[in-house]
């Protein structure tokens, strides 16, 4: 493991904020911690940037202990969610500033510099101020002033909340892309759901201070573990026990021991619809995303969602037969 974090602990006033957090970050993984706002994202990110003190627990680097290393010290690259240049600074002068600090001279800092504008395709841009620039170009300065000084881990907080979807979509693809080249190993902090399963090796989702559950994109997905994640990530049809138990009996067999504290989670593509004529249900309504559209439906006395091709039709009002992809029957912890 590269960066090992262990038992870390942080306290505010009487707030556990971060409680008991294990977590490993590999060489050359993008890792992503996404969770709600106030969960504990950033404050995790700036304990092990060493911007703030941990009240327990253990930190290292390549076996390295970190804990009392000061941040300066720990050559970790960082870029913040509010653009963070220096407005003073050419685009140049920005990505050169880590550099500059370290005591390069000037000619090396020049090369460096207009290597990393160059990576990141804005080199006819290096003498331009950060008010010149668009948001996406300056996130870009930023991610490579974090990546000039060659780093051993790049520490993400939300680098592109500021940015409109289009924009945010291509930058997701050039800092994996950039990662991809450089293998540096990312953490990166998001409470966008779509975000992380789409540029993470590992997602680790987080809910009021704690992980719930670290996994690979799709297992958090198609295997949550607990309500609270299949709640976050995707849509989810959370059934209680004593429904499933009337109305979809079939899928009792695998229900875990502790059966009183279980839901059954049916992601919407597992909820077929023309399906089983035997099963009416009723449509209360359809909304349109593009590729295939959400249909709630009146289902044995609750609601549910599936999701259907949009070349279906299917009207609100009409009566639909329902039937369930058991592939999709996860049991989930409250
Ligand atoms: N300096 C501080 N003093 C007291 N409480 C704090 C301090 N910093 C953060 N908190 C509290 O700690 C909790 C976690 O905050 P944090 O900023 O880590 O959340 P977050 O997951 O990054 O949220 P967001 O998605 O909104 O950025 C919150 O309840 C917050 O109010
Ligand atoms: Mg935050």
Same mark, same amino acid.
């Given at each position: 493991m590269y960066l090992e974090i262990d038992n870390l602990y942080k306290i505010f006033g009487d707030n556990i904020v971060l409680d008991r957090i294990n977590l490993e970050v590999d060489s050359g993984e993008?890792?992503?911690?996404?969770?709600?706002?106030g969960c504990g994202k950033t404050t995790l990110l700036r304990i092990i940037a060493g911007l703030?003190?941990?009240?327990?627990?253990?930190?290292?680097l390549d076996g390295k202990h970190l804990t009392n290393l000061p941040a300066r010290e720990r050559n970790f690259g960082i870029v913040f969610q509010s653009y963070s240049l220096f407005p003073h600074m050419t685009a140049k002068e920005n990505v050169g500033y880590g550099l500059k600090i370290r005591g390069w001279n000037k000619k090396e800092i020049e090369k460096r510099s207009m290597e990393m504008l160059e990576l990141i395709n804005l080199a006819e841009m290096s003498n331009r101020y950060p008010?010149?620039?668009?948001?996406?170009?300056?996130?870009?300065?930023?991610?490579?002033?974090?990546?000039?000084?060659?780093?051993?881990?790049?520490?993400?907080?939300?680098?592109?909340?500021?940015?409109?979807?289009?924009?945010?979509e291509k930058m997701r693809m050039e800092i994996k892309d950039v990662q991809r080249r450089l293998g540096i190993p990312i953490l990166m902090v998001t409470h966008d759901q779509?975000?992380?399963?789409?540029?993470?090796?590992?997602?680790?989702?987080?809910?009021?201070g704690m992980i719930e559950q670290i996994g690979r994109p799709d297992e958090l997905y198609l295997r949550p573990?607990?309500?609270?994640?299949?709640?976050?990530?995707?849509?989810?049809?959370?059934?209680?026990?004593?429904?499933?138990?009337?109305?979809?009996?079939?899928?009792?067999? =695998?229900?875990?021991?502790?059966?009183?504290?279980?839901?059954?989670?049916?992601?919407?593509?597992?909820?077929?619809?023309n399906g089983d004529a035997a099963k009416p249900a009723?449509?209360?309504?359809? =909304?349109?995303?593009?590729?295939?559209?959400?249909?709630?439906?009146?289902?044995?006395?609750?609601?549910?969602?599936?999701?259907?091709?949009?070349?279906?039709?299917?009207?609100?009002g009409a009566s639909v037969g329902v039937s369930f992809d058991a592939n999709g029957f996860v049991w989930v912890k409250s």
């Amino acid at each position: 493991m590269y960066l090992e974090i262990d038992n870390l602990y942080k306290i505010f006033g009487d707030n556990i904020v971060l409680d008991r957090i294990n977590l490993e970050v590999d060489s050359g993984e993008f890792v992503c911690l996404l969770g709600p706002s106030g969960c504990g994202k950033t404050t995790l990110l700036r304990i092990i940037a060493g911007l703030l003190p941990s009240d327990g627990g253990k930190l290292s680097l390549d076996g390295k202990h970190l804990t009392n290393l000061p941040a300066r010290e720990r050559n970790f690259g960082i870029v913040f969610q509010s653009y963070s240049l220096f407005p003073h600074m050419t685009a140049k002068e920005n990505v050169g500033y880590g550099l500059k600090i370290r005591g390069w001279n000037k000619k090396e800092i020049e090369k460096r510099s207009m290597e990393m504008l160059e990576l990141i395709n804005l080199a006819e841009m290096s003498n331009r101020y950060p008010h010149q620039l668009s948001g996406g170009q300056q996130q870009r300065i930023a991610l490579a002033r974090a990546l000039a000084i060659d780093p051993s881990i790049i520490l993400l907080d939300e680098p592109l909340s500021a940015l409109d979807a289009k924009v945010r979509e291509k930058m997701r693809m050039e800092i994996k892309d950039v990662q991809r080249r450089l293998g540096i190993p990312i953490l990166m902090v998001t409470h966008d759901q779509e975000e992380a399963l789409a540029l993470a090796d590992k997602v680790v989702c987080m809910n009021k201070g704690m992980i719930e559950q670290i996994g690979r994109p799709d297992e958090l997905y198609l295997r949550p573990r607990t309500r609270f994640v299949a709640d976050f990530i995707g849509a989810s049809n959370l059934m209680a026990l004593d429904w499933v138990s009337k109305h979809l009996p079939e899928a009792m067999a =695998t229900l875990p021991q502790e059966r009183d504290e279980y839901f059954l989670c049916i992601r919407p593509e597992f909820v077929i619809l023309n399906g089983d004529a035997a099963k009416p249900a009723n449509v209360k309504s359809v =909304t349109f995303h593009g590729s295939f559209n959400r249909v709630c439906v009146e289902y044995a006395g609750v609601e549910m969602t599936a999701e259907v091709h949009n070349h279906i039709q299917c009207d609100p009002g009409a009566s639909v037969g329902v039937s369930f992809d058991a592939n999709g029957f996860v049991w989930v912890k409250s």
